[in-house]
């Protein structure tokens, strides 16, 4: 970890929402962009990019002493590849609701 990553998860793990707002500001688009390289689509990116932090949220220890951005862009690839490979239905619902044709 470098020097912001361990004090920012520490706050997360306080309960910082603060906290959770700067991660989003310094890894959001990074995140963002490695899910819409893999599924080539802004919604399931963005939705991604939501699971990715909201994991950091509820589990902070799960990420204390690793390297913050790679850990986090491994889970949004991992993440992205199961969404292209196997969409939740809810998402299918989602998409389908949102299709022109409708």
């Given at each position: 970890?470098v020097?912001?990553?361990?004090?920012l998860v520490?706050r997360?793990a306080?309960?910082?929402?603060?906290a959770?707002?700067e991660l989003?500001?310094?890894?959001g688009d990074?995140?963002?962009?490695?899910a819409?390289?893999?599924?080539?689509?802004?919604?399931?990116?963005?939705?991604?990019?939501?699971?990715?932090l909201?994991r950091?949220w509820r589990c902070?220890?799960?990420?204390?002493?690793?390297?913050?951005p790679?850990?986090?862009?491994?889970?949004?690839?991992?993440r992205?590849r199961?969404?292209?490979?196997?969409p939740?239905?809810v998402?299918?619902?989602?998409?389908k609701q949102g299709?022109c044709?409708?």
């Amino acid at each position: 970890m470098v020097g912001w990553e361990r004090p920012l998860v520490a706050r997360i793990a306080d309960g910082d929402e603060k906290a959770l707002l700067e991660l989003r500001d310094r890894l959001g688009d990074s995140i963002f962009n490695r899910a819409l390289l893999i599924t080539n689509d802004r919604m399931v990116a963005t939705f991604v990019t939501t699971g990715v932090l909201m994991r950091v949220w509820r589990c902070p220890a799960d990420f204390a002493g690793r390297d913050l951005p790679a850990a986090l862009l491994s889970l949004a690839e991992q993440r992205a590849r199961e969404w292209r490979s196997d969409p939740p239905p809810v998402v299918l619902r989602l998409l389908k609701q949102g299709a022109c044709d409708d």
